[in-house]
């Protein structure tokens, strides 16, 4: 049962801007980085998301991270057709001394 | 280029040991900070973090699997290789091996492979 919580699912039409929650708590989220992942399906993860806010080398700047307290969000504007997938927040674990994934949330494009 | 790519079984038998092997290349352990850890995925669910080996083969593991567990690496052969003891149907997933980018994150991932526990 992983300790960073997201929503199961998020969907908007093409063009809007879609919002995805990850909360956590003081040991994870509160005293670590967050990263977010992508994972297309029948494909690995990808990295979208480094340090809270970073993007790497060629993630379009559509997606953009936050974090405040113990929670961080992921929003994707102008969402289009190719960016439904799932969504994986993550971060440190103080307290297991080890690396957990949110829940997941899979982002569909009505 | 950095690429990394898992190999081992695709179908193990309950209480067998797994033994799965990361080859990459584009870097090396000999490079201070450099870092790779092992995530599994079971069919239809979340991603799983399991373990993760340091250059200077400092080691963690997933608490909830750390009795199960264990990761090496050889330098020399750019290699990690990860063991899971007494496996198990539940165990059935695709593993990943992937190394750490900027901050904390995965930033370089293998294909995965599909692991199958049954008799």
């Known amino acids: 049962q992983s300790v960073l919580t997201q929503p199961p699912s998020a969907s908007g039409t093409p063009g809007q801007r879609v919002t995805i929650s990850c909360s956590g708590s003081?040991?994870?989220?509160?005293?670590?980085?967050v990263n977010w992942y992508q994972q297309l399906p029948g494909t690995a993860p990808k990295l979208l998301i480094y340090s809270n806010n970073q993007r790497p080398s060629g993630v379009p700047d559509r997606f953009s991270g936050s974090k405040s307290g113990t929670s961080a969000s992921l929003a994707i504007s102008g969402l289009q057709s190719e960016d439904e997938a799932h969504y994986y927040c993550a971060a440190w674990e103080d307290s297991l001394n080890g690396y957990v994934f949110g829940t997941g949330t899979k982002v569909t494009v009505l | 280029q950095i690429t990394l790519k898992e190999s081992g079984p695709t179908l193990v038998k309950p209480t067998q040991t797994l033994t799965l092997t990361c080859t990459f290349s584009g870097f090396s352990f000999s490079t201070t900070g450099v870092t790779v850890g092992w995530i599994r995925q079971p069919p239809g669910k979340a991603l799983e973090w399991l373990a993760l080996i340091y250059w200077d083969d400092d080691k963690r593991y997933s608490p909830s699997l750390k009795s199960r567990l264990t990761i090496t690496k050889d330098t020399s052969k750019n290699q990690v290789v990860l063991t899971m003891t007494n496996m198990d149907p539940v165990d059935t997933a695709t593993y990943y091996c992937?190394?750490?980018?900027?901050?904390?994150?995965?930033?370089?991932w293998g294909q995965g492979t599909l692991v199958t526990v049954s008799s």
């Open positions: 992937a190394r750490r980018g900027d901050g904390s994150g995965f930033q370089y």
């Open positions: 003081s040991s994870n989220i509160g005293s670590n980085t």
